[in-house]
Nanobody
Framework: LVQLVESGGGSVQAGGSLRLSCAPS????????MGWFRQAPGKEREGVAA???????????TYADSVKGRFTVSKDNANNTAYLQMNSLKPEDTAMYYC??????????????????WGQGTQVTVSS
């Protein structure tokens, strides 16, 4: 059974920071791409960032334009944990944040359909 468990959400004022964590189990962590998505009330789920599995050329990351320069996605292979560091948070970042995993080739698009496994989500609320 594959499980992805997110943590680290909370409430913060605009300009603040949060770090989300995702601890997967039941899959070969090192071979999976890990992604972060978010969904605000009344809106579709959207891709935020993703980080590749390890390869000869290292790790590759991709970000949505709305978070570039503010969010950083990373992996700690020793602890089998993925992270999303969120800085300079804005009220429009308020959403439920989800961790996801995939081995599909089209993960770089940050399309929801490219990811196979999902966590239960953690709420991030940014007040102005």
């Amino acid at each position: 059974l594959v499980q992805l468990v997110e943590s680290g959400g909370g409430s913060v004022q605009a300009g603040g920071s949060l770090r989300l964590s995702c601890a997967p189990s039941g899959l070969a962590y090192g071979t999976y791409v890990m992604g972060w998505f978010r969904q605000a009330p009344g809106k579709e789920r959207e891709g935020v960032a993703a980080i590749s599995s390890m390869s000869i050329s290292g790790l590759t990351t991709t970000y949505a334009d709305s978070v570039k320069g503010r969010f950083t996605v990373s992996k700690d292979n020793a602890n089998n944990t993925a992270y999303l560091q969120m800085n300079s948070l804005k009220p429009e970042d308020t959403a439920m944040y989800y961790c996801a995993a995939t081995r599909r080739y089209n993960w770089y698009s940050l399309d929801v359909s490219a990811f196979d496994y999902w966590g239960q989500g953690t709420q991030v609320t940014v007040s102005s």
